[in-house]
């Protein structure tokens, strides 16, 4: 059945509360590579141990898509789920994330667009205290391939334009051969991560890491190189998924300074696999 935006924007999922410990977070930052290669220099360690624990924006992702259940029970929307991609994702963070902590969150269809041939649903889940206060929002972009040709709005064009110079920083990331075993564990258990036999029906010559694996260690190494580690300076993050990235690669990424964001794109070799990379900062 086709998209139907009349009665898909704005319906809302019932809420989910979820809560985490300081394990679940150092969990997290291992299975995004944090202390691997220098397990004692403080820098690494204070993501990966309890005491002076340090919370990655990006953190906000578990909480947040864990309030996330089957898009097609939103109405409106019907499609099949093999067809879909995640295409772009957003978090923004009302300041640091806590070490331990509680939110009941809120999903909501923000936005369908028809691309013609597919679609584009923009699923933005607001994640809140007891008190009501929003700590962090998540906006996931779903590419719905051949989904698309409804009548709707194509939207906006959200290609953010990198500086034509060289980039002020230059990150090389590495990737663990067992890094999506581990990043599974924080709660996306598709078997895509770990199961060949699986991966080859889908596609793949072998199982592929996470995109919001890929996103969380980019996310991390633009912290740490171009704001000393200082998460309390991040206000958003946002990047497309553009490539796919298999454990044990090298990712490579240029990041721009300008103004109060850093523009960021990522690759593998001279694949691109993170692009439209925008990280808002304090300044």
């Not at 772009?88 to 640091?96: A, I």
């Not at 936005?111 to 962090?136: R, T």
């Not at 796919?244 to 990424?253: C, E, K, N, R």
Request: overall charge negative; charged content about 25%; some cysteine.
């Amino acid at each position: 059945m086709p998209i139907d935006p009349e009665k898909a924007l704005g319906a809302e999922a019932a809420p989910v509360r979820t809560t985490w410990q300081a394990t679940d977070v150092i969990l997290y930052q291992l299975g995004l590579g944090a202390g691997r290669e220098r397990p004692t220099d403080p820098a690494e360690l204070r993501y990966v141990y309890e005491q002076g624990l340090t919370v990655l924006p990006t953190f906000a992702v578990v909480p947040g898509l864990k309030a996330i259940g089957d898009p097609n029970d939103f109405p409106g929307i019907d499609f099949d789920l093999s067809r879909l991609l995640h295409a772009e994702h957003e978090v923004r963070v009302n300041g640091p994330i806590a070490k331990r902590g509680s939110v009941t969150s809120t999903t909501r269809v923000a936005e369908v667009w028809d691309k013609g041939k597919n679609a584009l649903v923009v699923l933005e889940v607001n994640s809140a205290d007891e008190d009501g206060q929003v700590q962090f929002i998540n906006r996931l972009t779903m590419f719905l391939r051949g989904e698309g040709g409804f009548g709707g709005e194509p939207g906006p064009d959200t290609t953010v334009a990198v500086p034509d110079r060289s980039p002020d920083h230059t990150l090389r990331s590495s990737t663990d051969p067992a890094q999506a075993l581990l990043y599974r564990l924080s709660g996306d258990l598709n078997p895509l991560h770990a199961d060949p036999e699986f991966a080859r029906k889908a596609g793949f010559e072998a199982p592929i890491l996470h995109g919001l694996c890929s996103y969380g260690v980019v996310g991390k190494a633009v912290v740490d190189a171009a704001l000393g580690g200082a998460v309390e300076r991040v206000r958003a993050y946002r990047a497309r998924f553009s490539g796919i990235v298999t454990p044990g690669d090298v990712l490579t990424t240029s990041v721009w300074e300008d103004g109060d964001r850093l523009l960021f794109t990522s690759s593998v070799g001279d694949r691109p696999v993170l692009t439209n990379g925008v990280l808002e900062v304090v300044v």
